[in-house]
C-alpha cells in the first residue's frame, strides 16, 4: 500500500505542517508521527486535520505482488523500477482530476528509505519530465500516444529521510491508515480518511474487499 498527499501549493504546505505541529505539541508527540504505532485516539485527529484542509488531496495504490509475476522482489533493483512506475501512475490520476496543468511546478518528495544513488534520481527526473511530452520516447508510447494523457507539467523529485519532512510522515500515516481498514481492522481510523482516488495493481486484478464478501475488481 502506498499513499499519496498531493499539495496545491506552498501556502497549503505551511497551513498543514503549522496544525500538525501545534497538535504534536499539544498532546506532547515528539520525534517522527509513524502509523505503525501512534496511538489511535492521535491518528483519528491528526486524521481529520488532513483532511479538513482545502486543498490537500490523497491517493492510494494497493499492488497485489503474488500477481507482479515481471517484478523479482528480491532485486531491489527492480523493485525501486516498480515503485517508480506506481509515482507515475498516481501522477497520472493527479492530472484525471484536474489538480495539474501544464504550467504547474510538481515537486515531489519520496521516503529514501528506498535504495537510491545521483543516477538513478536523474534518470527517473528524465523519465517523469519525458515520457508524455512526445511519441517515441519510451519504448510503446508509438503504440498508445494517442490514449496517453497530456501531461506537460514539470517534476523535481527529492529523496527525503522522514524523520525530517513532516509530509512525508502524514503520507505514512495515510497509507498506514488504509492498509489497516484493507486487511480488516474497523477501529483504524479510516473515517477520517478523505479518499479521491485508490488505485489497484496490476491492472484488472481481483482483490478482496474487508466490507463485502464479493471480489471486487479494479
Not at 18 to 30: D, P, V
Not at 69 to 89: A, G, L
Request: net charge positive; with cysteine; aromatic share 14%.
Amino acid at each position: 500500500m502506498y499513499g499519496c498527499l498531493f499539495i496545491e501549493n506552498q501556502s497549503t504546505i505551511s497551513e498543514i505542517k503549522n496544525k500538525i505541529n501545534a497538535f504534536c505539541r499539544k498532546r506532547h508527540l515528539k520525534g517522527e508521527i509513524k502509523g505503525s504505532s501512534i496511538k489511535l485516539k492521535d491518528r483519528r485527529k491528526i486524521l481529520n486535520i488532513i483532511s479538513s484542509i482545502k486543498g490537500v488531496h490523497q491517493f492510494f495504490v494497493i499492488v497485489k505482488n503474488n500477481e507482479l509475476k515481471k517484478v523479482d522482489f528480491d532485486n531491489p533493483y527492480k523493485v525501486k523500477r516498480f515503485k517508480q512506475f506506481t509515482i507515475r501512475r498516481i501522477i497520472e490520476e493527479v492530472f484525471k482530476k484536474h489538480h495539474i496543468s501544464k504550467d504547474d511546478h510538481i515537486h515531489i518528495k519520496i521516503d529514501n528509505e528506498s535504495f537510491n544513488n545521483e543516477e538513478g534520481l536523474k534518470n527517473f527526473i528524465y523519465y517523469l519530465n519525458n515520457f508524455w511530452s512526445k511519441p517515441g520516447s519510451f519504448l510503446f508510447q508509438d503504440m498508445y500516444w494517442e490514449y496517453m494523457p497530456n501531461i506537460q507539467s514539470k517534476f523535481t523529485i527529492k529523496y527525503l529521510d522522514s524523520k525530517h519532512d513532516r509530509l512525508i510522515q502524514m503520507a505514512d500515516l495515510i497509507a498506514n491508515t488504509k492498509y489497516r481498514r484493507f486487511k480488516g481492522n474497523e477501529k483504524c481510523g479510516s473515517e477520517n480518511l478523505s479518499e479521491e482516488v485508490c488505485l489497484k495493481l496490476p491492472d484488472n486484478c481481483h482483490f478482496y474487499s474487508p466490507k463485502s464478501k464479493f471480489y471486487v475488481e479494479n
